[in-house]
């Protein structure tokens, strides 16, 4: 079975600042990775996915991530964030139609 | 774009009562999955199907029933509900059947459920 680890739990940063947030994951065979983005009081949303190609992946509102194989990772970054950024985070795995999820990552931006 | 749809999106019920979410998918999506996100959790996957048919089962109580119907909407059932079935269940569709390429799933805004 599939297994999804996010090891930062809450994340405070300033506005501006660079983020990443960590994604390991753990499964033998070929999987799609996804990152989510939960505003609050909001439902999930798709900020990128990975399905093969090119192991940088770009996302909607800055957003990017990559995938290196070797490392299991799928981290997610973005050079400057905003206020607007504050939202809880999710890692997914993909394998067999079914999504598995990290336990997530709140990002705090403070203004 | 038109996205997935979930009905209702809040329910408050009382321990031991029945409770049905419905949720419609994408247009030409055939594949619905049904999550559930506690308080301070992250999704856990409970139930999926289609065309139709159980495609694939998670962490779903026996007192939980789903099915789809023919015009891919589904209907999550629950009943003897407890306190601990307070939670935000998001519904989620995609297109096509298990296999290569995978599709991406996409999530409607939940039924927020309170059991009092």
């Known amino acids: 079975a599939q297994s999804v680890s996010q090891h930062n739990h809450h994340v405070i940063l300033s506005e501006a600042a660079s983020l990443e947030l960590g994604c390991n994951y753990s499964y033998g065979g070929t999987v799609n990775l996804f990152w989510y983005v939960q505003y609050p009081g909001q439902h999930l949303q798709l900020l990128l996915k990975y399905f093969s190609g090119d192991p940088l992946v770009k996302g909607i509102k800055g957003f990017e991530a990559e995938f290196i194989k070797s490392k299991f990772s799928f981290n997610l970054r973005k050079p400057s964030v905003q206020w607007s950024d504050t939202a809880e985070y999710f890692c997914a795995v993909n394998a067999h139609q079914k999504v598995t999820f990290g336990t997530g990552t709140k990002l705090q931006v403070i203004p | ?116």
């Open chain 2, 1 to 116: 774009a038109a996205g997935v749809i979930q009905s209702p999106r809040h329910l408050i019920k009382e321990k031991r009562e029945t409770a049905t979410l419905k949720c419609y998918p994408i247009p030409r999506h055939d594949t619905v999955y049904w999550y559930q996100q506690g308080p301070g959790q992250d999704p856990q996957f409970l139930i999926s199907f289609y065309e139709k048919m159980q495609s694939d089962k998670g962490s779903i109580p026996d007192r939980f029933s789903a099915q789809q119907f023919s015009d891919y909407h589904s209907e999550l059932n629950m009943s003897s509900l407890e306190l601990g079935d307070s939670a935000l269940y998001f519904c989620a569709s995609s297109l096509g059947p298990a296999g290569e390429p995978q599709e991406t799933q996409y999530f409607g805004p939940g039924t927020r459920l309170l059991v009092l």
